[in-house]
């Protein structure tokens, strides 16, 4: 990676990547967001428009796509789990080449598919922690007091590039814990606050007990995975988060768009299964978290 700047691909400029996409431009990087004709059209039109208590309100201009047509530096992938396999067919693997490809999405599952799919790539694991969500084509409501991601490689100079755009930053070495630490909090999070349509507030106070009995189960099936989370730190999570804030699936389940069960909440029912750990807990959650998605379809 040379010192000038970079040439970034995001594909699924939502709510995560829309804002990515757009401090990356604002600093002076050549960004190419890679969606659907129409929203590809708004965004070579007007751009991506933030509204964010964390950075203000701006617009950055950005290059939109279909497909990517020519290599880039960076590759973020940020769509949902759910539109994934077909997202992909915008990014040929032979264009793509050795790009760095960081996915920013929920669960385990898809750090496998992108390194069979793109074999000469950097295929980095990488978490963040944000409230964001796009509200039309390039419009992105940024209501978190932070954006921080997290990425296992040992990616300096890429990583200095993020910060200095505005990003918090942090470099993991161990890719295990890294993606249970924030699935350990999502899980949970995504499960309860969909479940009883609630925000995070009324879910640590009204609903503490279930809150708990579901981190310690959920936890558990970490530690058997190698992930040395514990309840007291995921808690300390919760405790902090921002009263109003809501997960990414509940707002999913009040728009009646696609939930990301089997990406989240899957995840921890398959890495018990495969380490002997019981979680009944979650499976009811999943189950009934499945069965009103379901009745709403």
């Not at 990547?17 to 659907?36: E, P």
């Not at 004709?37 to 509204?51: F, H, N, P, Q, Y």
């Not at 669960?107 to 295929?123: F, M, N, Q, T």
Request: one cysteine or more; proline letters at 5%; charged letters at 20%.
């Amino acid at each position: 990676m040379t010192t000038t700047n970079l040439t970034v691909a995001v594909l699924g400029p939502g709510g995560v990547g829309g804002l990515i996409g757009a401090l990356l431009a604002r600093d002076g990087h050549r960004v190419v967001c890679l969606a659907g004709g129409e929203t590809a059209a708004v965004l070579s039109r007007d751009g991506l428009r933030i509204e964010s208590t964390q950075y203000g309100n701006f617009t950055a201009a950005v290059e939109a796509d279909t497909q990517l047509r020519e290599p880039v530096d960076v590759l973020f992938v940020t769509v949902k789990q759910t539109a994934l396999e077909e997202a992909l067919d915008r990014v040929p693997a032979h264009v793509l080449g050795d790009a760095i490809v960081v996915p920013l999405l929920n669960g385990l599952d898809h750090l496998a598919v992108l390194r069979e799919r793109y074999p000469s790539a950097k295929v980095v694991a990488g978490t963040i922690r944000v409230e964001a969500a796009r509200t039309s084509p390039g419009c992105i409501v940024h209501s978190s007091p932070f954006t921080n991601l997290e990425l296992a490689a040992p990616l300096d100079e890429f990583a200095d590039r993020l910060r200095h755009a505005g990003l918090g930053v942090a470099l993991r070495t161990d890719e295990t814990a890294m993606l249970w630490d924030k699935l350990a909090f999502l899980a949970p999070f995504a499960l309860l606050t969909t479940r009883y349509q609630t925000v995070v507030g009324t879910i640590r106070s009204e609903r503490r007990p279930e809150l708990l009995a579901t981190l310690d189960e959920i936890t558990a099936v970490a530690q058997a995975a190698g992930a040395p989370v514990t309840t007291e730190t995921v808690l300390s999570f919760f405790d902090r988060a921002p009263q109003a804030m809501k997960s990414s699936m509940q707002r999913d389940a009040e728009a009646r768009r696609p939930l990301e069960i089997g990406a989240i909440g899957g995840a921890v029912l398959r890495s018990g299964a495969a380490h002997g750990v019981e979680t009944p807990i979650t499976a009811r959650l999943v189950a009934e978290v499945a069965r009103a998605a379901d009745q709403e379809a």
